[in-house]
């Protein structure tokens, strides 16, 4: 490894300490890259004398400078080579800064120079450990927002911080626009901010125990809310199997009943028939005998048999022995009547036990809506051209530049839409913070009809639009304006259940301002979606 180094720095360019790209030869047998060679003589004095910059050697006029071609195929070669032989950790892999003096090939960054304003790979660094002209030069751990750190007034190093303004600033900004103001370097105001580290650290320590203290009470109600439901529901079980084995004994009781008074009542109907028959061959028989007492000639047998015929009772027909057998069930309507009134009561009661059950009415504070957060994510199938997802899918922006997302059925491709990979049927809270001239806050069943409207002009979707001149809300193409100020973070609470949607203003101090409340029944699961304007973003945030 030693060796392959000093081949690589043997041709490596003196001025950039770079591999030498496109190679050219001096007179006095020094390479350097032509672009380099050519820089440095460009600064010359102009007196028409050039030098070598490592041995002074002198030439006039400027010499027209060639490519070494043999060189410059040695030098490919060794390129090639040397990418084959690049360990892993110096090359530059996700989320790794680049050294800005690497050119061929780019490696890892390893530092960044607060001079300079640039970052470095470990040969590159080399130069600022060895040279005394890096003496001064502050090296940090790589950044790839170096940018950052400098003034973008006067493009120098942020290393003074101002406390009447609370920003960082440079050595030119206390001369300017906050002279005056209370300033010290950058180090001693870190020195005072981590002072009050410590105390920061103790408060969030008496934060976490408390609401340790608080998670432990919660799971005890928790507990104790289960066993209190499930004693509820065992006694109403039990009760409930009561009642049915009351009425099933009624039943069964009733039951006999009727078939006692259906044998009893059927007997007397076969002792009636009987009677009936009986009745009817005696009178059949006096009818035989009359007919053959009438066909005789013989007048004394005659006269001597009649009377017997006048003498017998005549049948009783006035006597209607259907009017004797009345319905004997009679009693059963009234008895199920009143078992229906009972019954009626007894649903009344239940009813009045079931209004007695009532689930929580929605939270008030903070907190209490905390405790229905739901983790959501956004949908990249569904994300418009011009919506940037970013933060593990949690923020969208506008951008400039259309997103090569590929083909989707559900993509918005009409309006700057994105919908949530979520749908939601419970009880669900989440927060928003939003930037920008405008965006809107909606949830939605899934179809084809947001494509063509938008949020908030169809029956399947409510929003909330929020600007910088107001609010207002939409459902169905129409508007309510909200006169109620909204800030820059929303809370939106669902009961699906119950048909209650509801979005509130939260305040940085955590207060609850409630901006728009909807009532009505929801008949499929619901989306968050979000229209997010130019210039705007939308990010999710987990309620503290």
């Known amino acids: 490894m030693a060796e392959s180094r000093e081949v690589r720095d043997s041709f490596s360019c003196s001025i950039c300490l770079d591999v030498l790209k496109s190679p050219v030869t001096l007179h006095c047998g020094h390479s350097y890259c032509l672009a380099c060679v050519n820089g440095c003589w460009d600064q010359e004095d102009p007196s028409g004398v050039y030098s070598c910059p490592q041995c002074r050697h002198t030439f006039t006029p400027r010499p027209v400078l060639s490519k070494n071609t043999v060189l410059a195929d040695l030098m ?10 690049t360990p892993a950790k110096d090359k530059v892999g996700p989320g790794d800064v680049e050294c800005d003096f690497c050119t061929v090939r780019k490696l890892k960054a390893v530092k960044s120079c607060l001079v300079c304003l640039a970052s470095y790979c470990a040969t590159h660094v080399q130069p600022h450990y060895k040279s005394a002209a890096f003496k001064r030069h502050k090296l940090v751990e790589v950044s790839a927002s170096i940018q950052e750190k400098i003034c973008s007034k006067h493009d120098k190093l942020l290393e003074v911080y101002c406390r009447s303004d609370s920003q960082c600033i440079c050595l030119l900004c206390v001369m300017d626009e906050h002279k005056g103001h209370d300033t010290v370097s950058a180090a001693a105001e870190r020195k005072e901010k981590q002072k009050q580290f410590g105390k920061k650290k103790q408060r969030f320590q008496q934060g976490i125990q408390e609401k340790e203290k608080q998670l432990r009470q919660l799971s005890q109600k928790i507990k104790g809310l289960k066993s209190s439901s499930d004693a509820a529901v065992d006694q109403n079980e039990k009760a409930y199997a009561e ?3 009351m009425a099933d004994k009624r039943r069964c009781a009733v039951n006999d009943l009727i078939r006692d008074q259906e044998k009893a009542a059927v007997s007397r109907s076969e002792a009636a028939v009987d009677l009936l028959k009986k009745e009817i061959s005696e009178l059949r028989k006096r009818e035989d005998e009359l007919k053959r007492l009438s066909l005789t000639e013989d007048n004394v047998h005659f006269l001597q048999h009649c009377q017997g015929i006048f003498d017998c009772t005549e049948p009783d027909v006035s006597c209607d022995v259907n009017s004797q057998l009345h319905t004997p069930f009679d009693f059963v309507t009234k008895v199920l009547s009143d078992l229906r009134d009972k019954m009626e009561n007894m649903s009344r ?8 059950i009532q689930v929580d009415p929605d939270p008030k504070t903070r907190e209490e809506f905390s405790m229905y957060s739901c983790c959501l994510t956004l949908d990249p199938n569904t994300a418009f051209e011009n919506l940037l997802l970013s933060e593990g899918n949690t923020k969208v922006t506008w951008i400039k530049k259309p997103q090569r997302y590929p083909y989707h059925p559900e993509r918005f ?3 700057d839409q994105v919908l949530c990979t979520e749908g939601l049927s419970g009880i669900c809270y989440w927060e928003v913070e939003w930037r920008g001239p405008r965006v809107e806050v909606a949830v939605c069943y899934k179809g084809t009809e947001l ?5 908030g002009y169809t029956e399947q979707s409510w929003c909330i639009s929020l600007s910088s001149s107001g609010c207002t809300f939409w459902h169905n193409e129409l508007k309510t304006r909200i006169s109620v100020p909204c800030s820059s973070t929303v809370g939106v609470y669902l009961n699906h259940k119950g048909g209650s949607l509801s979005f509130y203003s ?4 955590g207060q609850m301002l409630l901006l728009y409340r909807v009532q009505t029944t929801f008949s499929q699961p619901l989306y968050p979606g979000f229209m997010v304007s130019r210039g705007a973003s939308v990010r999710i945030v987990t309620p503290e």
């Open 349 to 356: 009661a239940i009813g009045q036990i079931s209004e007695t």
């Open 243 to 245: 009642i049915v084995l």
């Open 413 to 415: 491709t009409k309006y």
């Open 451 to 455: 494509e063509e409207s938008g949020f």
């Open 76 to 85: 490919a070669k060794m390129s090639v080579a040397a990418e084959s032989t």
């Open 506 to 509: 939260v305040s940085d101090s």
